[in-house]
């Protein structure tokens, strides 16, 4: 089973910005929906923001006009751009198909300070 690796997280200011990779090997990259999700303690991971095959992105209301989300096939990685980070964005995020198809990776935390 494909297992992916996120990358970027870190601590960060309110306001600030930070950008999160997620590497999945594997040749039928391309060809799935892409999604980040976070998780917060006692809460359950929830999703953020999602890309297609083709490059349809969709948000969350949490990230919409903060985040974006994207795709670099020849890479087989996907990105998250946050920006105007707020202390309610502290989480783990990880990133999966959209159907949860690959093997969770660790995520990365990405914590917001006020």
């Known amino acids: 089973q494909v297992q992916v690796v996120e990358s970027g997280g870190g601590l960060v200011q309110s306001g600030g910005s930070l950008r999160l990779s997620c590497a999945a090997p594997?040749?039928?990259?391309?060809?799935?929906?892409m999604a980040w999700y976070r998780r917060t303690p006692g809460k359950e991971r929830e999703l953020v923001a999602t890309?297609?095959?083709?490059?349809?992105?969709n948000y969350e209301d949490s990230g919409k006009g903060r985040f974006t989300i994207s795709r670099d096939n020849a890479k087989n990685t996907v990105y998250l751009q946050m920006t105007s980070l707020k202390p309610e964005d502290t989480a783990v995020y990880y990133c999966?198909?959209?159907?949860?198809?690959?093997?969770w990776g660790q995520g990365t935390q990405v914590t917001v300070s006020s």
């Open positions: 999966n198909t959209v159907l949860q198809s690959y093997q």
């Open positions: 594997g040749s039928a990259f391309s060809t799935k929906s």
């Open positions: 890309i297609t095959s083709g490059g349809r992105t």
